[in-house]
Structures are given as structure tokens and as C-alpha cells.
């Protein structure tokens, strides 16, 4: 068995609509250990969800792994059909849906629901599960269970319903529970609440969790390594410290600078990601980021940038700008590394032509080269 809980290897997942292919992921590939969290962050339509719910089998009649593997405790997902899948979704893997509300079923009462996880995946009987779920909501702060119980959700406060949902999916005690981003529709103090339980519940039941979410914020509390997605591709991948005070990829130095700073005593406005996400329908051929990025080179819209390591903490990210910058200090083609950053891959062998930062090579910054209208015009000026 693998040491990994989730090793997700090139994986390709289209959806196959009236439109045409939609390239939902593409070559996208992540790794965590038992216990561990990882993070998932990215804007709307970025790949977040659907990764996760490949995971569980749970993507739509017209969504299709078309390559690469996807392993959870050693299972083939990619390889089972949905009745080997349904042996283990609930029991040994589980998620927590963003919307609470629309996710239980409002004719069923809080216990009927929680009892029908309980006694699914397991050889329990009515009474044994009443107790089991009992016991669950005792687990998730629930005051009054027994009253709960018999309770309908729309009798039940928003931060209260997200708690059951979280009953749900402990019912079974999965080794890895995905939280897709369980937060949204809630206050910041009911927030903070569910956080700091999903925090306790790691550690006294040792399971890893996959936490989806727009929130930088809620990331930086929580998690041990992120992934940050755009379009599809993860286009940088380490630990907190390296997201929030190393960030490598300009998409990430983007989200990082829409947060509002608190701290800061000078009024300054908020700089935000200029232009529109990319059709899926149509990818581009090079960095799917190129369009919106105010350091654009030709390279970036023409040709795919290989994934570059930085150090050997598990950072790295797929970036022409980086990789510029290594070549120009001698680290690559042959070269030697410079401050710990190599190119994995295929990268190394001609990743960038011996010519690549001369003039008209395509290394050179070329925002003015960009498609028309990837951004306002008054935005064009290349930052020193």
C-alpha cells in the first residue's frame, strides 16, 4: 500500500456537454499523508471542487477521468465502478458540502439522517445508530441532542446545521474528511467556531483533511501545505509559510494582494486580478494565467511552463517568470542550481533556448503582445 492517503498522479477529468469538451482538470497532481491538511485555494471555476469530488466518485454523468491515476488508501478510484466506490464514500472517505441547507433533506429529521450513515456502513441496529448519533452531535458541540434529534433543519441556526452536516460525515470516523468550503454561508464568529472544531476533531481522530476555499484566511489557520489552482492546473503547491511569505506564481502574488491589510495604518486601495477567468471550452496553449498577468511574456502564451522546485520542502510552481530568472543566475540547462531551485520533469533538457533572454527570443516581458482586451488598457504598463 502506498504511504500516501491521496496520490493523485496527471490527472484529466473533462465534461463532456452540447458545447463541447470542457477541460475541468488538467494534469493535475497531489499527494497527502495520513493526518495531514491540505489546502485548496483558487477563484470560482479554478478546479477546487472537482478535484476533490473525483476523489469520491461524485463528479456528473458527464464528467470523465480521460488520463492519469487517482489513489485514495490504495484504492484505483480511476478503476472502480460506482458500487465499489459507494463501499467506501461515507465510510472511509466524507465530505461536508458548502450549503448545509440545501444539502440535508428537509422531510427527514437531524436524527433520521444521521442514523442512515451510521447504519449504512455499518452492522448496527436502530437503536445502536439513535445512540451513535447521540453521541455525534455531542462530539460537534450540539447542546440538547436528544431534542435535536427530532428536530427538522429548518428548525436548526446555519452554524448548527453545518455541525450536523459534520455529524454526517464523522459518522463512520473516515480517514480523510474534504471540507468544501464549509464557512461561506456563515457569520465570521460561527466561522471561527466551526473552524476551531474541525481543528479539535483532526487531532482526536487523526484524519487528514482537504479543505476548499476561496479564504486565504481560513487556509493560513488550518493548514499544513496548500495548493493553489487556476484553470484547471495547480499552478503552485508548499507549505503555508511558503504560499503566504514566498509565493512564486503571479497568480498567487495576486490573490495575495486582493486580501484587505488591517494592519496597515496609510489607506490603500485594494489591487485586484484584472480580466476574466479562461474559457475551458477553448484552454490556451500556453500558461493558462498569460491573459491576466501584468508580466506576460510571448513564451508564457505560446508554450506550457514546466513545473520548478524551489528548495526541497515540496515548493514549487509553473511559472516562464521563474524559470527566466533561474536561467539567467546559471541554474538551468545543465547549469547549477542556484539558491536551491531546480526544474522537475522534463524541463532541464532544453526547458528554455540557450537564446531564450536575448531580444525577440520571447523571454523578454511582452505584455503588449497579450490577445486584445486580456485587461483595460490604462493597465498595460509593465511594474518595475
Known amino acids: 500500500m502506498s504511504e500516501y492517503l491521496v496520490d493523485i498522479r496527471h490527472e484529466r477529468l473533462s465534461f463532456f456537454t452540447p458545447a463541447g469538451e470542457v477541460k475541468a482538470l488538467n494534469d493535475v497532481s497531489l499527494r497527502m499523508k495520513d493526518g495531514e491538511v491540505l489546502g485548496i485555494v483558487g477563484e470560482s471555476g479554478s478546479g477546487k471542487s472537482v478535484t476533490a469530488y473525483s476523489l469520491m466518485g461524485l463528479t456528473a454523468d458527464n464528467g470523465k477521468i480521460i488520463g492519469g491515476e487517482v489513489s485514495f ?25 458548502q450549503d448545509p441547507m440545501t444539502s440535508l433533506n428537509p422531510v427527514y429529521t437531524i436524527g433520521n439522517q444521521i442514523e442512515e450513515a451510521v447504519r449504512v456502513h455499518g452492522d448496527k441496529s436502530r437503536k445502536e445508530a439513535r445512540a451513535r448519533a447521540r453521541e455525534l452531535l455531542e462530539l ?17 441556526s446555519g452554524g448548527m446545521r453545518q455541525r450536523v452536516m459534520i455529524a454526517i460525515a464523522l ?6 474528511l474534504i471540507a468544501d468550503e464549509p464557512t461561506t454561508a456563515l457569520d465570521v464568529t460561527i466561522q471561527a467556531q466551526i473552524l476551531e472544531l474541525m481543528n479539535e476533531l483532526k487531532k482526536k481522530l487523526g484524519m487528514g483533511i482537504i479543505l476548499i476555499t476561496h479564504d486565504l ?22 507549505s503555508c509559510d511558503d504560499i503566504f511569505y514566498n509565493p512564486m506564481h503571479e497568480y498567487t502574488k495576486g490573490l495575495l494582494k ?41 513564451i508564457c502564451l505560446s508554450r506550457k511552463p514546466e513545473r520548478m522546485e524551489f528548495g526541497d520542502g515540496g515548493h514549487y510552481s509553473r511559472c516562464w517568470l521563474r524559470q527566466k530568472e533561474a536561467f539567467e543566475a546559471g541554474g538551468l540547462n545543465g547549469m547549477p542550481s542556484v539558491g536551491g531551485v531546480t526544474v522537475a520533469g522534463a524541463a532541464p533538457a532544453g526547458a528554455i533556448p ?26 498595460r504598463e509593465v511594474d518595475s
Open 171 to 176: 459518522a463512520c470516523e473516515p480517514k480523510l
Open 258 to 298: 486582493s486580501i484587505p491589510k488591517f494592519q496597515e495604518k496609510e489607506y490603500s486601495k485594494l489591487v485586484p486580478i484584472e480580466g476574466q477567468p479562461v474559457d475551458l471550452l477553448n484552454p490556451p496553449k500556453g500558461c493558462p494565467f498569460a491573459p491576466r498577468c501584468r508580466s506576460c511574456m510571448r
Open 73 to 97: 488508501n490504495g484504492h484505483r478510484i480511476d478503476q472502480m465502478v460506482e458500487k465499489e466506490i459507494r463501499r467506501i464514500r461515507g465510510k472511509e472517505i466524507s465530505i461536508i458540502f
Open 217 to 238: 484566511g481560513v487556509v493560513a489557520s488550518m493548514c499544513d501545505n496548500i495548493a493553489v489552482m487556476y484553470a484547471g492546473e495547480i499552478v503552485e503547491y508548499g
Open 140 to 156: 460537534v458541540g450540539i447542546n440538547e441532542p436528544d431534542k435535536r434529534l427530532r428536530q427538522y433543519p429548518h428548525e436548526l
Open 354 to 379: 540557450n537564446d531564450a533572454v536575448s531580444a525577440g527570443s520571447g523571454m523578454e516581458t511582452a505584455v503588449s503582445e497579450k490577445p486584445e482586451g486580456a485587461f483595460p488598457q490604462e493597465t
